[in-house]
């Protein structure tokens, strides 16, 4: 099968294609017949280094961590899937999906739903499963909860949005103006422009701050939830000292792959309650693929950048 790969560590002209087997799947396994992925900043903070301290990856490494596509195969012990099932997963961190085939576990897995394509299915995952677990895992969102979250044009930010205002909570998000009528076509409450406003001079006693910038934004950040509050980041940890001092309940997030909240999410989509937002379409090759993460590291990329497999 074509694959997209990495064989060591560095810039984005690292990114080569090759020829790889098949994946064979183990009994609670299925094989996803790929039919787009898509592009988020861990894919290239892996490919550059950042975690070689903390997960031992081997080369060549198939980056990747969004699937969707078409079952070709079942394991023996799968229960719940079938070939020719239309699915989209977040495989686990072994399995790439910027390849022609993945093999994934059937946990993993949720249907996709009929009225949403390869393409949008493909952007969710990740994104999707993050902004969920922030939210609704950690952050308990409820109708009525006030809730910040950063960078809301980007991929989590308007997953998140969305799946906050399917919980009735009031939503503030951060941007630049040039995203405003994008954040509040998604439903934002109130949009904050980074760019001429510091966002703690208009917001404070939120429920619950979503970051995903880190540094600076995040420390500031607790100065804007209320007692009792809570706050998450997944790019950065925390100061828990000063958490704790405001009574704040504060933790640095990495995302744990679910195919029930997937499942959950496919609801929410099949409703239109939940859209993904595709920015960038690239081809499953070495040149799209270093486009795509080029791009992706800008930090200024609206909305969720997709790879078409096939």
Not at 129 to 158: M, P, Y
Not at 207 to 221: A, F, N, Q, R, W
Request: with cysteine.
């Amino acid at each position: 099968m074509k694959a997209i790969v990495i064989e060591q560590y560095g810039g984005a002209e690292e990114l080569i294609e090759k020829e790889l087997p098949k994946p064979e799947i183990q009994h609670n396994q299925v094989l996803i017949e790929m039919h787009a992925t898509s592009v988020n900043p861990i894919d290239w903070k892996v490919r550059e280094g950042y975690m070689k301290e903390n997960i031992p990856f081997e080369f060549p490494l198939i980056l990747g961590w969004d699937a969707a596509g078409v079952i070709a195969e079942v394991g023996k012990d799968v229960k719940r899937f079938k070939v020719g099932d239309e699915v989209f997963a977040r495989p686990a961190m072994e399995n790439g999906t910027y390849a022609e085939y993945v093999a994934v576990n059937e946990d993993l897995v949720a249907l996709k739903p009929a009225n949403v394509s390869f393409e949008e299915a493909a952007s969710v995952p990740l994104a999707g499963l993050t902004a969920w677990q922030c939210l609704v895992d950690f952050g308990q969102v409820k109708s009525g909860d006030k809730v910040l979250i950063h960078a809301g044009s980007g991929g989590v930010g308007s997953l998140g949005i969305q799946i906050a205002k399917s919980f009735g909570a009031y939503v503030l998000s951060t941007a630049s103006g040039k995203n405003e009528a994008f954040l509040k076509e998604l439903g934002v409450d109130e949009f904050i422009d980074y760019e001429t406003t510091d966002f703690t001079d208009v917001v404070k006693d939120v429920d619950l701050v979503v970051d995903t910038m880190g540094g600076e934004i995040l420390d500031k950040s607790l100065s804007v939830v209320k007692k009792g509050g809570r706050l998450v980041s997944i790019v950065g940890q925390p100061n828990i000292e000063k958490a704790e001092a405001n009574q704040i309940t504060a933790e640095s997030l990495w995302l744990n792959p679910n195919g029930k909240q997937l499942a959950e999410l496919g609801e929410l989509m099949e409703k239109g309650k939940v859209k993904t937002h595709i920015g960038h379409t690239f081809p499953l090759s070495a040149k799209g693929l270093r486009e795509a993460h080029e791009l992706s590291a800008t930090h200024h990329a609206k909305g969720k950048i997709v790879i078409e497999v096939k």
